[in-house]
């Protein structure tokens, strides 16, 4: 019986020993090849933490769905992604009063209202991952325009592109 | 002919018509115009401010650069790594690489696809481009070479995109102009307006002030008797209703042949006799006491009087007073001067009425008539 659960035990530590090992390979490769190596994580920053995660699992996570007229595109696009204040509140505890955004572009702005279920993090669009040429890897947009005028591309100045970190002030 | 329905409802809409106008006055006319001015005021601001905000608010903001000049910047970058870079590594290309790909996103917006045709193709050529980059199949000085069109194309935008915004700045200063014009001169129309119901508002005060004057000046006069200058019948009972509360006497006085009198030295002398007697009551009663002429000959005081010694003092004064006055009566049957019957009481109207007290005095009076005039008597206070 013994034998048995060792060797159990011995298969499974040999499974996650080869699993750390294609996961080291696979950044290892990653970071090598050219344009894979940007924009595959996103850092949240609370004070003086920092915590890396991601996009493919921000993908995996992304559990809400809509389709919505896209201005930028002038067309209706199926976005999927995470409701973003449930998002902060798992990542944050609470909401915070403000976020500070830095994009791939180096684009940075101080926000705030985010206690908005309105918002969606967006990680796929038509079935497809967002990348940056596609204003990615994550976007902010609203569910709802409200009254907004879709021609007047300034009406969606706080939707964020291509976000890298998101830095929470309090 | 009226039918019964309109004898009905005619009295109900002349009622609805009074209500109306109650409510309409000058005053909230005028106000409602000066109301009228602040919406007109609030609505323009409303106006103003957010194409205020649309236009010059734009700075730091997403869209406050144009995203075509973000994308240039980036096109730009990418070629001055490919030109400076004297071994072009790997490393090179994947910062050129994740250049072009920041362009393309900022590049690949709908409003440049739809009003610059040179848009599709420069996207086509940046995705071309690296592709070939990633394969290393384009030297980087040709790669360099080739991004000169799109830069082209996105300094082509940025110059059609700023004539665009400098036109609508232009429009929206003529338009804030027409609508500043307007303003004014609604303002002014609107405030003139409200200024003329003010004025109207004023003129109709100042009429009713004045017709409220002119109604108290004939109310004080109906009070009054024009020969004397005292109170009449009518004021008597004014006054002692006010004055309810207080133990009053009641003086009522006759003059003794009047008519006599009158004959024996005409009508203009027996007035005069009347107002030389209504002063001689003003000063032997004092100024506490009001004075009555009731009609013809007859004169009524009230004063305060807290008991009966108080009334007595006052008919024994009067009596006195007309005795040193020695009023000249020529018809008199017992040649004597003028004399005077004098009736009294002591009331108070919380306790009796004024026409029992009055009726009380007057007894009195006839009392002293019947005992051959010239005297006073007083009823016990009731």
């Known amino acids: 019986m013994s034998a048995v659960m060792s060797f159990v035990a011995v298969q ?11 996961a080291c390979t696979f950044i290892i490769v990653a970071s090598y090849l050219p344009s894979i190596a940007y924009a595959q994580a996103l850092s949240m920053i609370n004070g003086n933490e920092t915590q890396k995660i991601t996009i493919s699992d921000l993908r995996q996570q992304s559990d ?13 696009v199926e976005m999927r992604g995470l409701e973003f204040r449930r998002f902060l509140i798992d990542q944050f505890g609470e909401v915070p009063p403000a976020l500070h955004f830095i994009a791939w572009d180096d684009y940075e702005v101080t926000l705030s209202g985010w206690d908005d ?31 907004r005028e879709v021609e007047s591309l300034r009406e969606f100045n706080d939707w964020i592109w291509m976000i890298r970190s998101i830095e929470a002030r309090w | 002919m009226v039918s019964k329905h309109e004898s009905f409802e005619q009295p109900v809409a002349v009622g609805t018509r009074r209500g109306v106008r109650r409510y309409i006055t000058w005053l909230s006319l005028c106000l409602t115009s000066f109301m009228a001015l602040m919406v007109l ?91 070939r980059l990633e394969s290393g199949s384009v030297p980087p000085f040709a790669a360099a070479r080739e991004l000169l069109e799109p830069i082209d194309c996105l300094t082509h935008i940025e110059m059609s995109q700023l004539d665009r ?63 004397t200058g005292i109170g009449n019948r009518s004021a008597l009972q004014r006054d002692v209703m006010v004055s309810a509360d207080e133990s009053l006497g009641l003086i009522l006085v006759d003059i003794d042949y009047f008519k006599q009198y009158n004959d024996a030295l005409g009508h203009p002398e027996g007035d005069q006799l ?70 009294a009481t002591r009331f108070s109207v919380m306790e009796t009425t004024f ?27 009731l």
């Not at chain 1, 990348?131 to 709802?144: F, I, K």
């Not at chain 2, 014009?181 to 002030?209: K, N």
């Open chain 2, 274 to 343: 009347l107002r030389r007697l209504a002063n001689l009551l003003k000063e032997q009663l004092g100024e506490d006491a009001t004075l009555y002429r009731l009609g013809g000959d007859e004169f009524a005081a009230v004063f305060s009087c807290p008991n009966d010694q108080a009334l007595i003092a006052c008919c024994h004064q009067l009596i006195d007073g007309l005795r040193r006055s020695a009023f000249k009566h020529p018809a008199h049957p017992d040649n004597k001067n003028v004399t005077l019957s004098v009736g």
């Open chain 1, 117 to 147: 279920p309105n918002w969606l993090m967006v990680t796929e669009e038509d079935g497809e991952p967002l990348t940056l040429r596609t204003r990615g890897p994550l976007r902010l947009v609203e569910r709802n325009h409200g009254a």
């Open chain 1, 12 to 22: 499974s530590s040999l499974a996650k020993w080869l699993r750390a090992s294609l």
């Open chain 2, 165 to 227: 915004r400098g036109k609508a700045i232009n429009d929206f200063s003529e338009s804030t102009r027409r609508h500043n014009d307007v303003l004014t001169y609604s303002s002014m129309i609107i405030f003139a307006v409200g200024l003329l119901f003010w004025a109207m508002h004023e003129r109709q005060l100042r009429r009713t002030e004045r017709a409220t004057a002119q109604t108290l000046a004939w109310m004080q006069r109906a009070m009054r008797d024009p020969l």
């Open chain 2, 355 to 381: 026409a029992y007290a009055y009726e009380a005095a007057d007894k009195a009076l006839y009392r002293v008539k019947a005992a051959g005039r010239d005297g006073w008597q007083m009823t016990a206070s």
């Open chain 1, 64 to 76: 809400t769905a809509v389709t919505l007229f896209d201005p930028y595109q002038g067309r209706d």
């Open chain 2, 41 to 131: 005021i609030m609505y323009e601001a409303r106006w103003v401010y957010p194409e205020i905000q649309a236009y010059f608010s734009q700075t730091g903001s997403l869209t406050g650069q144009q995203l075509a000049t973000r994308s240039r910047n980036y096109l730009q970058r990418a070629q001055q790594t490919l030109l400076n870079e004297q071994r072009f590594e790997e490393e090179h290309t994947a910062l050129v690489v994740l250049n072009l790909d920041l362009a393309y996103g900022l590049m690949d917006v709908d409003i440049y696809h739809r009003h610059y045709a040179c848009t599709t193709p420069s996207l086509a050529a940046l995705d071309s481009l690296s592709l």
